[in-house]
């Protein structure tokens, strides 16, 4: 399957205090956004859809 760069803004009406860590934990992000986030060493996080 080829790789393609995604982009999308989301316009979220809460602090970045609440948000925070949702936005820095591959669980939390898994919820909102793919069937599975992971990240690596260099603190990418990579997206996962059907499987």
Do not use: G, Q
Not at 22 to 41: H, I, K, Q, R
Request: proline residues 4%.
């Amino acid at each position: 399957m080829a790789k393609f760069k995604y982009t999308e803004e989301f316009e979220i009406n809460t602090s970045a205090k609440a948000i925070y860590p949702y936005l820095v934990n591959p669980n939390n992000l898994a919820e909102w956004f793919a069937d599975e986030v992971s990240n690596d060493l260099n603190k990418r996080f990579v997206f996962r859809w059907n499987n």
